[in-house]
């Protein structure tokens, strides 16, 4: 799956779990937060789509997405992402090449 088609399907994953995406510049990594009781996630919209890609698939790996239809190719994808975080350490995450 192509990169930018498969930041389209997370992003997508993100509103169905209820969360709020904002892309915005600036120089930090990406993550999500509660605020006022909304879920939030901020994305750096200057990195790189594979690093959108990855701050998105760590978010949704901290999320319970068993009662949300996830398409198999979005899933395959998001279980390699996930593997990959696994055997990384936490801090080089957004320093990796996901795709």
């Given at each position: 799956m192509k990169p930018d088609?498969?930041?389209?399907?997370?992003e997508q994953l993100l509103e169905q779990c209820n969360y709020t995406l904002r892309k915005e510049r600036g120089s930090f990594r990406g993550n999500n937060c509660v605020i006022e009781g909304d879920r939030l996630v901020i994305?750096?919209?200057n990195k790189p789509?594979?690093?959108?890609v990855g701050?998105?698939?760590r978010i949704l790996s901290d999320i319970d997405l068993s009662a949300?239809?996830?398409k198999p190719a979005v899933k395959k994808e998001l279980n390699i992402l996930w593997e990959r975080l696994v055997l990384s350490p936490r801090s080089s995450i957004d320093e990796l090449d996901f795709l």
């Amino acid at each position: 799956m192509k990169p930018d088609k498969l930041l389209l399907e997370l992003e997508q994953l993100l509103e169905q779990c209820n969360y709020t995406l904002r892309k915005e510049r600036g120089s930090f990594r990406g993550n999500n937060c509660v605020i006022e009781g909304d879920r939030l996630v901020i994305i750096n919209k200057n990195k790189p789509i594979e690093s959108q890609v990855g701050t998105i698939a760590r978010i949704l790996s901290d999320i319970d997405l068993s009662a949300i239809y996830i398409k198999p190719a979005v899933k395959k994808e998001l279980n390699i992402l996930w593997e990959r975080l696994v055997l990384s350490p936490r801090s080089s995450i957004d320093e990796l090449d996901f795709l």
